[in-house]
């Protein structure tokens, strides 16, 4: 098992439940679940710079492979969640993000979670099994290594 470090980067967002992410009862379909994820890792990407575009730019694509999601209470149409996304160090060549989601309104934890991605050279459409150099630098950049 790789080894794992200490957790340092946090960001959370708000978020509005919007009426077509819900079902027929008006309560959160869970699918919608890895779209808040999904925007959290966006926020995290925008408060620490680093962005799937980067990726790209630098040759790679990092793909989720792993996504877990464990609902607690449920959230409603016109409800506001708030999204905490911590970045999980490893030394191995991946990136692992743990969620909570939280209904603002209570501050009720509705749901955990947590995705993991893995870098492709975009050329071969290979796993990399070092982390990129681009990826070693960003997490120098807040002593990550």
């Not at 978020?15 to 959160?28: A, M, Q």
């Not at 991946?94 to 955990?112: E, G, P, Q, S």
Request: hydrophobic share 40%.
């Amino acid at each position: 098992m790789a080894q794992k470090f200490n957790s340092l980067l946090v960001e959370t967002t708000i978020t509005n439940i919007r009426f077509n992410e819900t079902d027929p009862l008006g309560i959160v379909w869970h699918g919608n679940y890895a779209i808040y994820f999904e925007d959290g890792r966006a926020a995290f990407g925008t408060k620490y710079g680093i962005h799937y575009l980067d990726f790209y730019k630098n040759g790679y694509v990092a793909p989720i492979v792993n996504l877990n999601c464990d609902f607690k209470k449920m959230v409603k149409y016109g409800d506001k969640i708030m999204i905490e996304t911590t970045f999980e160090n490893h030394k191995a060549a991946k990136i692992v993000f743990r969620y909570k989601i939280y209904n603002l309104a209570n501050m009720d934890l509705v749901a955990t979670g947590s995705t993991t991605q893995v870098f492709l050279d975009i050329d071969k459409q290979e796993m990399q099994f070092l982390a990129p150099p681009f990826f070693i630098d960003w997490k120098k950049k807040y002593n990550l290594s």
